[in-house]
């Protein structure tokens, strides 16, 4: 199992050496596998909590619910499991207030996007015009400057990345944090009859 050490303070791995049965739970004889440091802790039995979520994809939410430990603390931009989708948390709220993380037992409602698939903006400069369109995506793909994309029957080599942080105009970015793909029109070289 993984917990926080109490004498090198890393979050790792604890040798189980044994354990015994309490009343509230199980205390058990860890060894940390970075310091080797031996201690007991006493692990209380965990209670599940089955929380709301409003669920959003393509602009469309509705409610769905989401278990985990009450003891569970979660974050904006965990990633969890919603219905067998993968999800981000976007917002939280606990006890009437909108929080950066919190305890499940304290969590009134959780806020999620899909997860699996994210949409990536896309605009082609075609000169005078520009296209404008949308292409899905896994959250974990790299566009890259110089790569071609594809929207609406459009060819364009992207020369531009707005992500949530900044400008990129070398290398490339993670769907999951792009705003925007820039690119321009790859036109067809006129043939000389």
Sequence with gaps: MILTCPNCGKDVEQEILSYKETKNGREYLLRCTECGYTYKKEIKEAKMKELKVIWSWKGESEVRKFSTFEDEILRVGDEITVNGINSLITAIDSNGKRVEKAMAEDIDTLWAKRFDEVIVKVSINRGERTISGEITADPHEEFYIGDIVEVNGINGVIHRIKTTERF?????????????IYAKEIREGRRKH
């Excluded at 990129?168 to 925007?180: M, P, S």
């Design 168 to 180: 990129v105009h070398r290398g490339g970015a993670l769907a999951r944090d792009i705003v925007r």
